[in-house]
Protein backbone atom coordinates (compact mmCIF):
# COMPACT_ATOMS: atom_id res chain seq x y z
CA UNK A 1 0.00 0.00 0.00
CA UNK A 2 0.88 3.39 -1.03
CA UNK A 3 2.35 5.55 1.68
CA UNK A 4 -0.24 8.29 1.08
CA UNK A 5 -2.89 5.90 1.43
CA UNK A 6 -1.32 4.82 4.37
CA UNK A 7 -1.42 8.52 5.70
CA UNK A 8 -4.58 9.26 4.82
CA UNK A 9 -6.10 6.30 6.24
CA UNK A 10 -4.96 7.06 9.93
CA UNK A 11 -6.02 10.86 9.22
CA UNK A 12 -9.78 9.41 8.73
CA UNK A 13 -9.53 7.28 11.66
CA UNK A 14 -8.42 9.49 13.45
CA UNK A 15 -11.66 11.57 12.41
CA UNK A 16 -13.80 9.17 13.16
CA UNK A 17 -12.53 9.13 16.98
CA UNK A 18 -13.07 13.11 17.15
CA UNK A 19 -16.65 12.27 16.20
CA UNK A 20 -16.91 9.34 18.62
CA UNK A 21 -15.44 11.45 21.35
CA UNK A 22 -17.93 14.53 20.88
CA UNK A 23 -20.54 14.80 23.03
CA UNK A 24 -23.90 15.06 21.73
CA UNK A 25 -26.43 18.14 23.67
CA UNK A 26 -30.00 17.33 24.02
CA UNK A 27 -31.47 20.41 22.39
CA UNK A 28 -33.88 21.24 25.06
CA UNK A 29 -34.08 24.41 26.98
CA UNK A 30 -32.13 23.64 29.63
CA UNK A 31 -31.94 26.70 32.21
CA UNK A 32 -28.32 28.40 32.65
CA UNK A 33 -26.96 27.05 35.87
CA UNK A 34 -27.67 29.26 38.71
CA UNK A 35 -30.78 30.77 36.90
CA UNK A 36 -33.86 30.79 38.69
CA UNK A 37 -36.58 28.08 37.77
CA UNK A 38 -40.10 29.75 39.24
CA UNK A 39 -42.74 27.00 39.98
CA UNK A 40 -45.95 28.61 38.81
CA UNK A 41 -49.44 27.12 39.43
CA UNK A 42 -52.64 26.36 37.70
CA UNK A 43 -56.37 25.77 38.73
CA UNK A 44 -59.56 25.05 37.58
CA UNK A 45 -62.58 27.59 38.10
CA UNK A 46 -66.02 26.67 37.23
CA UNK A 47 -69.42 28.29 37.61
CA UNK A 48 -73.28 26.53 37.03
CA UNK A 49 -76.00 28.43 36.39
CA UNK A 50 -79.29 26.49 36.01
CA UNK A 51 -80.88 27.24 39.13
CA UNK A 52 -78.69 27.80 41.95
CA UNK A 53 -74.84 28.79 40.91
CA UNK A 54 -72.85 26.71 42.12
CA UNK A 55 -69.20 27.82 42.05
CA UNK A 56 -65.25 27.36 42.37
CA UNK A 57 -63.02 30.17 41.41
CA UNK A 58 -59.66 29.62 40.56
CA UNK A 59 -58.38 32.66 40.68
CA UNK A 60 -54.92 33.27 42.85
CA UNK A 61 -56.19 36.92 44.64
CA UNK A 62 -58.50 37.26 47.52
CA UNK A 63 -60.20 40.30 45.38
CA UNK A 64 -62.65 38.21 42.92
CA UNK A 65 -62.25 34.92 45.06
CA UNK A 66 -62.40 35.23 48.71
CA UNK A 67 -61.67 32.02 49.27
CA UNK A 68 -58.27 32.04 47.99
CA UNK A 69 -55.60 30.74 50.72
CA UNK A 70 -57.96 29.48 52.73
CA UNK A 71 -59.26 26.16 53.63
CA UNK A 72 -61.84 26.37 51.54
CA UNK A 73 -59.97 27.45 48.54
CA UNK A 74 -60.64 23.78 46.63
CA UNK A 75 -64.32 23.58 47.37
CA UNK A 76 -67.51 24.01 45.31
CA UNK A 77 -70.17 26.60 46.75
CA UNK A 78 -73.18 28.14 46.33
CA UNK A 79 -74.14 31.82 47.06
CA UNK A 80 -75.50 30.70 50.29
CA UNK A 81 -72.68 28.72 51.18
CA UNK A 82 -73.68 25.77 51.21
CA UNK A 83 -70.62 23.27 50.11
CA UNK A 84 -71.15 20.46 47.40
CA UNK A 85 -68.58 17.51 46.92
CA UNK A 86 -65.90 17.29 44.55
CA UNK A 87 -62.42 17.31 44.21
CA UNK A 88 -60.41 19.41 42.47
CA UNK A 89 -56.61 18.70 41.40
CA UNK A 90 -54.64 21.81 39.87
CA UNK A 91 -50.98 21.35 39.04
CA UNK A 92 -47.64 22.92 39.37
CA UNK A 93 -46.15 24.35 36.24
CA UNK A 94 -42.52 23.40 36.35
CA UNK A 95 -41.45 24.60 32.39
CA UNK A 96 -42.09 23.96 29.44
CA UNK A 97 -44.69 20.72 29.29
CA UNK A 98 -48.20 19.28 29.08
CA UNK A 99 -50.31 19.77 32.32
CA UNK A 100 -53.92 18.88 33.12
CA UNK A 101 -56.38 20.64 35.67
CA UNK A 102 -59.07 18.59 36.89
CA UNK A 103 -62.35 18.51 38.71
CA UNK A 104 -63.48 14.76 39.69
CA UNK A 105 -66.94 13.53 40.96
CA UNK A 106 -68.57 16.75 41.58
CA UNK A 107 -72.09 16.91 42.75
CA UNK A 108 -73.64 19.74 41.03
CA UNK A 109 -77.13 19.34 42.78
CA UNK A 110 -78.87 18.95 39.01
CA UNK A 111 -77.47 22.13 37.51
CA UNK A 112 -76.38 21.05 33.84
CA UNK A 113 -74.97 24.52 32.31
CA UNK A 114 -72.47 26.13 32.86
CA UNK A 115 -71.87 29.93 32.51
CA UNK A 116 -68.03 29.97 32.95
CA UNK A 117 -65.42 27.31 32.70
CA UNK A 118 -61.25 28.49 33.14
CA UNK A 119 -57.93 28.00 34.03
CA UNK A 120 -56.56 30.16 36.71
CA UNK A 121 -52.41 30.50 36.74
CA UNK A 122 -50.14 32.72 38.99
CA UNK A 123 -48.40 33.31 36.41
CA UNK A 124 -48.09 37.13 36.38
CA UNK A 125 -49.39 38.95 33.07
CA UNK A 126 -46.38 40.54 31.77
CA UNK A 127 -44.67 36.93 32.04
CA UNK A 128 -47.54 35.26 30.20
CA UNK A 129 -47.40 37.32 27.05
CA UNK A 130 -43.66 36.08 26.27
CA UNK A 131 -45.69 32.57 26.48
CA UNK A 132 -47.74 30.18 24.56
CA UNK A 133 -50.70 28.50 25.97
CA UNK A 134 -51.50 25.72 22.86
CA UNK A 135 -54.05 22.67 22.68
CA UNK A 136 -56.18 23.70 25.37
CA UNK A 137 -58.50 20.72 25.31
CA UNK A 138 -61.45 20.18 27.37
CA UNK A 139 -62.90 16.45 28.67
CA UNK A 140 -67.06 16.40 30.10
CA UNK A 141 -67.46 12.98 31.72
CA UNK A 142 -64.91 11.18 29.39
CA UNK A 143 -65.82 13.12 25.57
CA UNK A 144 -63.76 15.86 24.10
CA UNK A 145 -65.88 18.83 24.45
CA UNK A 146 -64.23 21.64 22.72
CA UNK A 147 -60.41 22.03 22.02
CA UNK A 148 -58.82 25.44 21.21
CA UNK A 149 -55.28 25.38 19.14
CA UNK A 150 -54.02 28.78 20.73
CA UNK A 151 -55.67 29.53 24.19
CA UNK A 152 -58.08 32.22 24.57
CA UNK A 153 -56.57 34.38 26.89
CA UNK A 154 -58.85 36.50 30.13
CA UNK A 155 -58.44 40.11 28.84
CA UNK A 156 -60.87 41.81 31.49
CA UNK A 157 -57.91 43.21 34.30
CA UNK A 158 -59.98 42.66 37.39
CA UNK A 159 -59.81 39.41 36.93
CA UNK A 160 -56.19 39.13 36.02
CA UNK A 161 -54.59 40.23 39.51
CA UNK A 162 -53.50 37.13 40.75
CA UNK A 163 -51.79 35.86 37.27
CA UNK A 164 -52.91 35.42 33.54
CA UNK A 165 -56.14 33.39 33.03
CA UNK A 166 -57.35 31.00 30.04
CA UNK A 167 -60.56 30.95 29.13
CA UNK A 168 -63.17 28.54 28.06
CA UNK A 169 -66.47 29.31 28.64
CA UNK A 170 -67.57 32.73 29.70
CA UNK A 171 -71.53 33.42 29.30
CA UNK A 172 -70.24 37.25 29.45
CA UNK A 173 -67.26 37.40 27.06
CA UNK A 174 -68.48 38.25 23.81
CA UNK A 175 -65.41 37.60 21.98
CA UNK A 176 -64.90 34.40 23.36
CA UNK A 177 -68.67 32.92 22.63
CA UNK A 178 -68.23 34.08 19.09
CA UNK A 179 -64.65 31.87 18.47
CA UNK A 180 -66.94 29.05 20.25
CA UNK A 181 -69.95 29.12 17.69
CA UNK A 182 -67.58 29.55 14.82
CA UNK A 183 -66.10 25.67 16.10
CA UNK A 184 -69.19 24.26 16.62
CA UNK A 185 -69.73 25.13 20.35
CA UNK A 186 -72.03 28.01 20.42
CA UNK A 187 -74.17 28.70 23.71
CA UNK A 188 -77.31 26.34 23.85
CA UNK A 189 -79.05 27.90 26.81
CA UNK A 190 -79.99 31.26 28.56
CA UNK A 191 -76.79 31.62 30.43
CA UNK A 192 -74.18 28.83 29.20
CA UNK A 193 -74.07 25.89 27.83
CA UNK A 194 -75.46 22.59 28.39
CA UNK A 195 -72.51 19.94 29.50
CA UNK A 196 -73.00 18.59 32.70
CA UNK A 197 -75.38 15.80 34.03
CA UNK A 198 -75.75 17.32 37.37
CA UNK A 199 -73.89 14.82 39.67
CA UNK A 200 -70.77 12.48 39.63
CA UNK A 201 -69.57 15.05 36.35
CA UNK A 202 -65.66 14.81 35.93
CA UNK A 203 -64.27 17.47 34.24
CA UNK A 204 -60.61 18.21 32.69
CA UNK A 205 -58.32 20.78 30.63
CA UNK A 206 -54.86 19.55 29.27
CA UNK A 207 -52.97 22.54 28.32
CA UNK A 208 -49.12 22.87 26.83
CA UNK A 209 -47.45 25.75 28.15
CA UNK A 210 -44.11 26.80 26.10
CA UNK A 211 -41.68 29.57 25.96
CA UNK A 212 -40.09 29.36 29.26
CA UNK A 213 -36.11 28.87 29.36
CA UNK A 214 -36.42 25.88 30.86
CA UNK A 215 -38.58 22.58 30.43
CA UNK A 216 -40.23 20.55 32.68
CA UNK A 217 -37.64 17.94 33.80
CA UNK A 218 -39.72 15.29 34.86
CA UNK A 219 -41.62 14.94 32.13
CA UNK A 220 -38.59 15.52 29.83
CA UNK A 221 -37.18 12.64 31.94
CA UNK A 222 -40.15 10.31 31.03
CA UNK A 223 -39.47 11.26 27.44
CA UNK A 224 -36.21 10.55 27.21
CA UNK A 225 -36.65 6.90 29.28
CA UNK A 226 -40.01 5.96 28.07
CA UNK A 227 -40.64 5.04 31.63
CA UNK A 228 -43.55 7.21 32.33
CA UNK A 229 -46.24 6.05 35.18
CA UNK A 230 -49.57 4.22 34.81
CA UNK A 231 -50.94 7.34 35.44
CA UNK A 232 -49.33 9.46 32.84
CA UNK A 233 -50.10 7.20 30.16
CA UNK A 234 -53.67 7.21 30.98
CA UNK A 235 -53.61 10.69 31.20
CA UNK A 236 -52.23 10.57 27.32
CA UNK A 237 -54.73 8.32 26.55
CA UNK A 238 -57.69 10.38 27.67
CA UNK A 239 -56.95 13.57 25.80
CA UNK A 240 -56.57 14.01 22.23
CA UNK A 241 -54.15 12.19 19.92
CA UNK A 242 -53.01 15.85 18.53
CA UNK A 243 -51.86 17.19 21.50
CA UNK A 244 -48.68 18.31 21.23
CA UNK A 245 -45.81 18.80 23.55
CA UNK A 246 -43.92 22.10 24.17
CA UNK A 247 -41.56 22.32 21.16
CA UNK A 248 -38.10 22.04 22.17
CA UNK A 249 -36.43 21.84 18.73
CA UNK A 250 -34.98 25.27 19.75
CA UNK A 251 -32.11 25.96 21.95
CA UNK A 252 -31.61 28.83 24.08
CA UNK A 253 -28.66 29.68 27.14
CA UNK A 254 -25.81 28.34 24.69
CA UNK A 255 -26.84 25.20 24.52
CA UNK A 256 -25.98 23.10 21.25
CA UNK A 257 -28.26 21.47 19.33
CA UNK A 258 -27.24 17.82 17.56
CA UNK A 259 -27.52 19.29 13.72
CA UNK A 260 -25.14 22.03 14.96
CA UNK A 261 -22.66 19.69 16.39
CA UNK A 262 -22.85 17.35 13.60
CA UNK A 263 -22.13 20.11 10.93
CA UNK A 264 -19.00 21.22 13.11
CA UNK A 265 -17.68 17.99 13.32
CA UNK A 266 -18.30 17.48 9.38
CA UNK A 267 -16.52 20.88 8.75
CA UNK A 268 -13.42 19.78 11.15
CA UNK A 269 -12.94 16.17 8.91
CA UNK A 270 -13.17 17.84 5.90
CA UNK A 271 -10.65 20.27 7.13
CA UNK A 272 -8.98 17.43 8.41
CA UNK A 273 -8.24 15.15 5.32
CA UNK A 274 -7.74 18.55 3.35
CA UNK A 275 -4.65 19.17 5.43
CA UNK A 276 -2.86 15.42 4.94
CA UNK A 277 -3.59 15.19 1.22
CA UNK A 278 -1.68 18.66 1.13
CA UNK A 279 0.96 17.40 3.52
CA UNK A 280 1.31 14.27 1.47
CA UNK A 281 1.50 16.22 -1.68
CA UNK A 282 4.34 18.79 -0.03
CA UNK A 283 6.54 15.89 0.47
CA UNK A 284 6.36 14.71 -3.14
CA UNK A 285 4.74 10.89 -1.87
CA UNK A 286 1.13 11.52 -4.05
Not at 94 to 112: I, M, P, Q
Not at 141 to 159: G, I, L, R, S, T
Amino acid sequence: MKTWWKKLSAGLALAALVCALVPMVSPRNVAAEGEDKPVYHAAMGIQTATQIWIQRWGYYDASYNEYYDTENYSKLYDSNKTFYDGTFEDVEIKGNGTYTVALKDADFAGETTVSQLHIATDIPVAESEKLQFTDVTLEINDKEVVKFDQAVMEDEENYMQGGAVILLYNHWRDGLKKTLSDMGAGEDSDNGWEVLQGSGDNVAVTFTVSGLPYDNEEQAAEEDTGNGTKETLDAAENTSSDVIKADTSHVEDGSMGTAQIVGIVAIAIVALVLVIILNIKKKGSY
